[in-house]
């Protein structure tokens, strides 16, 4: 039986690092690098050595450590074809339906342009996980700093279509501040309540929101319910495309 073990820690102020091992091959990798010594101390205290940085995105927060973790340790770093200037150290470029193997584990490259024009996910079906970084967040999208909306829009559609099972890690813990303006939006969502309250209480006893499920964000997050007749009648916009449903709430949230 395959397994991943799955490491999430706190780094910065909200970003997380995450590491995963595959126990058979022992090879180690770091879902971007935010900070090196928090991302040494994970290291350390699960006994494991790095082999690779998976890097999402080029954001100084999400590539902060590469050129340290990669002189002292000699890791590789695999991140996206369309950002590959702007990452620090990177070996090998990766875009949008690539795989590569990670142990006894297949990854797939799945292209999330929205929050950055060359933005990817990686996600590993034997271990019914995703990480998507600054893309999709539980209860929120990213801020779209390069792409007009639809381009993140399709970019979330190709994620609900993953099995509602898998987990998603995502790239910051903005889960209780997204909760407030979900909640301003879709306020008579049962679902949505429930995963506020948690949240709520998560937060308080300095828990991690994360990982969340597919479903459960379908369930709440407004940037993944365009279609909702609640939230649209909230929005006064019944009769509006997907596409407008979803930039109006972009630019609610952004002034929220
Ligand atoms: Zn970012
Ligand atoms: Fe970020």
Redesign the pocket.
């Known amino acids: 039986m395959k397994r991943l073990e799955i490491e999430q820690f706190i780094c910065r102020n909200d ?1 997380y690092g995450v590491l995963i091992h595959d126990p058979e091959s022992y090879l180690t990798a770091a879902i971007d690098a935010p900070d090196e010594r928090a991302i040494m101390e994970a290291l350390e205290a699960r006994g494991w050595s790095l082999d690779f940085i998976f890097t999402t995105h080029h ?1 100084q ?2 590539v902060d450590a590469n050129l340290a973790l990669k002189q002292k340790l000699g890791v590789t770093i695999i991140g996206p074809e369309g950002e590959k200037e702007k990452i620090p150290g990177i070996d090998r470029t990766v875009k949008d339906k690539d795989s590569f193997t990670f142990g006894l584990f297949q990854i797939e490259v799945i292209g999330t342009p929205g929050h950055t024009a060359g933005g990817i996910s990686y996600y590993i079906p034997d271990a019914k996980t995703v990480f998507t ?2 893309t999709l967040f539980s209860l929120g999208c990213g801020r779209l700093f390069e792409c007009p909306p639809p381009v993140m829009l399709h970019s979330l559609q190709k994620l609900i279509k993953l099995p509602p099972e898998t987990a998603v890690f995502c ?2 813990e903005y889960t209780q501040s997204n909760a407030r303006f979900a909640l301003s939006v879709d306020p008579d969502n049962a679902a949505l309540k429930e995963r506020a309250a948690e949240v709520q209480h998560l937060c308080a006893n300095d828990l991690p929101t994360l990982p969340t499920t597919i479903a459960k964000e379908m369930a709440t997050n407004p940037f993944l319910r365009w279609h909702d007749q609640r939230i649209r009648r909230n929005l006064g916009m019944m009769e509006a495309s997907d596409k407008d449903v979803f930039a109006e709430l972009r630019k609610r949230k952004d002034n929220f």
Do not use: I, S
């Open positions: 970003n954001h927060d999400h970084a600054d790239g910051h």
